[in-house]
């Protein structure tokens, strides 16, 4: 990228140069103009077609950062899904353990014996 950007600099500078030497003869002036004329064009059409190919680029590394993050966002949603649904579970073992214990405890025979 930077290559093609000196490349033109050079073009353009070429250009300014083959003014300076050739209108300095008076018969030869109109000639002078219209080659700088077409320099100064393919110089400024390959600067324009450089920026739309910079564009592109740029263009392209931000879809491709775009779709890093909506995958990081859809990671981070499933795994606040799954903690969630890891947590409501953990709470129903939890509740289901208690009243297994409670069951248990209450058909002990020293239960039985002492509310008996």
């Known amino acids: 990228m930077n290559k093609d950007l ?5 073009q353009i500078y070429s250009a300014a140069e083959y003014l ?3 209108y300095t003869s008076d018969d030869q ?5 219209e080659t ?3 320099r100064a064009i393919k110089a400024l059409v390959n600067t324009v077609d450089h920026l739309g190919s910079v564009a592109c ?13 909506s995958d990081a966002e859809h990671r ?7 903690n969630s649904w890891w947590w409501m579970q953990s709470r129903i073992k939890c509740h289901f353990d208690a009243i297994k214990n409670c069951q248990s ?11 008996s």
């Open 6 to 10: 000196k490349n033109l600099r050079t």
């Open 20 to 22: 300076e030497l050739g």
């Open 29 to 33: 002036k109109q000639i002078v103009v």
């Open 36 to 38: 700088l004329k077409d």
């Open 57 to 69: 680029k740029v263009n392209d590394l931000l879809d491709a950062k775009v779709d890093e993050v």
């Open 76 to 82: 981070i949603s499933c795994m606040n899904r799954f």
């Open 105 to 115: 405890i209450q058909q002990s025979p020293y239960f039985l014996s002492k509310f």
